[in-house]
C-alpha cells in the first residue's frame, strides 16, 4: 500500500521550455507534486485504530465503563456496516461526509471505494 507524503514535495514551473522568454517563465504558474512512498507493512499497523482502542478512547470520553459502552458501540459499527453496504452516503458531524464512489464483491468480501469529508479542525484544535 502507497501513503503519501507532502513533506518531500517537489515544485515544477510549468512551461519552462527554453526557447520562452524569461518572463514568461518567471510568470508562469508553480504546480506541486506529491512524492508517494511505499510504507512498511509496520508502519500501516501502527496507524490502525482497532475497535478495543476505539472501545477504551470512547468509555474515556463518556466517562462510562466499557461494559456500557460496548452494545452501543457494537450496534453503532453494525448500523454503519449496513448503511455503507446498502451505498447510502453518511453525513456524521464532526467525523465527516462519507460519499461512496463505486463498490464491488471479491470473492467473499465487498470491497468500497468511498471519499470521506472533514471539516477543518477549529482554530486552536490539533489534528489527530
Given at each position: ?11 515544477l ?23 508517494v512512498?511505499q ?23 463518556s ?11 457494537e ?20 467525523f ?6 463505486r463498490?464491488?464483491?471479491?470473492g467473499?468480501?465487498?470491497?468500497t ?16
Open positions: 500500500m502507497a501513503s503519501r507524503s507532502t513533506a518531500s514535495s517537489t515544485k514551473s510549468a512551461g519552462s521550455k527554453s526557447c520562452e522568454s524569461s518572463a514568461s517563465v518567471a510568470s508562469a504558474p508553480k504546480l506541486e507534486l506529491e512524492v512512498t510504507a512498511s507493512s509496520g508502519d500501516i499497523e501502527a496507524n490502525v485504530l482497532k475497535k478495543k482502542e476505539l472501545l477504551q478512547m470512547v468509555a474515556e470520553r466517562n462510562l465503563n466499557n461494559n456500557k459502552v460496548k452494545p452501543v458501540l450496534a453503532m459499527l453494525e448500523v454503519l456496516g449496513e448503511a455503507i453496504a446498502e451505498g447510502r452516503e453518511l453525513n456524521l458531524q464532526p465527516g461526509r462519507v460519499k461512496i464512489n463498490q464491488k464483491e471479491v467473499n468480501a465487498r470491497v471505494i468511498a471519499k470521506i469529508r472533514q471539516p477543518h479542525p477549529k482554530d486552536g484544535a490539533e489534528e489527530g
